[in-house]
């Protein structure tokens, strides 16, 4: 009543089902449950937004990765050449043990949902089933709570919580299976007496007619 703008004394108010509530903590973000349905996929954490104000699809969201990195050739769709690089004597090993040098790195702005952090991407040669690769540099960074099971990153945007959606038009993987839905884990008995497929869905190289770079 102390903040009320003034009125009349013979103007009755009325506040049915009003709160006052007054938040000084961070939100705090809660997970719900999945049903069978949401749960029973193997889909990596893509999303799709912005990089320098273009738009970028196929961002994949990695807790395993140490770095954020960007393939050579979405650097150069980007309109970025070898001078815009940062040297960086920085060797990368592969999931597969191999080694190789980065190009350079670069500080772009990065869009994810309705927030924008300068990140550093190391540029490399090979392509990868991702234009954009962000590691734990990026998630650290941006406060971002990132869920596979869910699919979608949950982030801290100040001290309220934004739900990225994930990108779901780009399935990297998926589990076909009579008996998939009777068990927790492809890697239980049923890796071991069933039939399993994980199909992996490449999206194929575009190359243009009279051009020897593929898009």
Not at 38 to 60: N, P, T, Y
Not at 148 to 173: F, L, R
């Amino acid at each position: 009543m102390e903040f009320l703008a003034p009125f009349s004394d013979d103007e009755e108010i009325d506040f049915p089902n009003q709160i006052a509530q007054l938040a000084l903590d961070p939100m705090t973000a809660i997970f719900e449950k999945p049903s069978d349905d949401e749960r029973q996929h193997l889909k990596a954490l893509f999303v799709k937004d912005r990089v320098d104000g273009q738009s970028i699809f196929k961002i994949l969201i990695d807790g395993g990765a140490a770095i954020n990195i960007m393939p050579y050739a979405v650097y150069w769709k980007l309109d970025k050449g070898d001078q815009d690089l940062t040297k960086a004597d920085m060797m990368l090993k592969y999931f597969e043990g191999n080694v190789s040098p980065v190009k350079g790195a670069i500080c772009v702005e990065l869009t994810i949902g309705n927030k924008t952090l300068p990140t550093t991407f190391f540029v490399i040669r090979g392509k990868g089933a991702y234009n954009l690769l962000l590691g734990r540099d990026w998630i650290h960074a941006n406060w971002c709570i990132p869920s596979t099971m869910h699919q979608c990153p949950v982030q801290w945007v100040g001290d309220k919580i934004e739900i990225v959606p994930g990108d779901s038009s780009y399935v990297i993987a998926s589990a076909k299976s009579d008996t998939y839905k009777r068990t927790i884990c492809i890697s239980g008995e049923v890796w071991e007496k069933y039939l399993l497929k994980v199909a992996d869905y490449e999206i194929p190289p575009i190359q243009a007619v009279g051009s020897d770079k593929e898009f």
